[in-house]
């Protein structure tokens, strides 16, 4: 098995035109906010909702590729499949997991391999610890929170059918440049089996997250640049932060809002690269 034998970090460049990235629940659906700062937040689980939607649509419940979290997934059933296949009796929570269980899991489901999950429900299959771990992503800048009305040239119920058109609302980003940050352990892809073909399906997977997700409440959303950081050792030879301090992203003009990617310098720092780790750009 072609197991990782080195550590990763990376950094994904992400921006949103006249749409929501990620809205917030709690907040009527506005897109998420820093209310310190003004800054904008889209969270791990909306990005690893991509890459997992990308890996099903290209790989299509291949063998060794299946999704585990997903629209309409029943977790207990899946976790029977695995006591299935070994031909024993499922274990309980209250139990401890059958190590081969986990096992089959882990060979069965991408994004088990990649971000590890909980499988220790009332059918137990143990609990991993992934090797790709998401930080939040983060505006460059403050973003400006826009509130649209919308009409409906329909009513939903004959009551209403004097109004002739029903008004909604819809909440935008003019425009947002967004930075995320990554890790891959090597240490927890022995773990999980993560392989370098899993690797390589990951970086394709975060560079065409945004092709196939587009709606009308997210709008325009294209992922700019991927920066990975490779290091010679599965250790690492460098702080992770040490590395995302590389990458400067400045605006050309600070006195004008942004509303473009043509309005930022994007660069890396190659000289103050560490011994022992290497720089490739994916995008």
């Not at 695995?82 to 024993?88: C, M, S």
């Not at 081969?100 to 499988?119: L, P």
């Not at 065409?208 to 050792?233: C, P, W, Y």
Request: charged content about 30%.
């Amino acid at each position: 098995m072609n197991l990782l034998d080195k550590r990763y970090e990376f950094v994904v460049l992400f921006d949103v035109e006249n749409g929501n990235p990620n809205g917030d629940p709690d907040a009527g659906n506005m897109p998420r906010i820093d209310y310190e700062t003004g800054h904008g937040i889209v969270t791990d689980v909306c990005i690893k909702r991509k890459i997992r939607n990308y890996v099903e649509i290209k790989e299509n419940d291949r063998t060794g590729f299946r999704i585990y979290i997903k629209e309409g997934a029943v977790l207990n059933n899946i976790n029977k499949e695995a006591y299935e296949y070994l031909n024993e009796t499922p274990r309980n929570k209250k139990e401890k997991p059958h190590e081969e269980a986990t096992k089959f899991m882990c060979t069965n489901f991408y994004d088990i391999r990649a971000f590890g999950a909980v499988m220790s429900t009332d059918v137990n299959c143990g609990q991993v610890r992934g090797p790709v771990q998401l930080n939040f992503a983060r505006s460059i800048d403050p973003i400006f929170q826009q509130e649209i009305s919308i009409t409906r040239m329909a009513v939903t119920n004959e009551k209403d059918i004097e109004k002739e058109r029903t008004i909604g609302r819809k909440y935008i980003v003019p425009y947002g440049l967004y930075k995320l940050e990554g890790y891959v352990s090597a240490h927890f892809a022995e773990k999980t089996n993560f392989t370098k073909e899993d690797l390589e399906l990951l970086w394709e997977a975060l560079i065409n997250m945004f092709e196939h997700d587009h709606s009308a409440a997210r709008g325009k959303m294209t992922v700019r640049k991927l920066i990975v950081f490779e290091h010679q050792s599965k250790l690492g030879n460098a702080p992770a932060h040490v590395l995302f301090d590389l990458i400067k992203v400045k605006r050309k003009n600070p006195d004008i809002p942004p509303r473009s990617y043509s309005d930022y310098e994007v660069t890396v720092d190659i000289d103050s690269l560490p011994e022992g780790v290497s720089v490739i750009e994916k995008v």
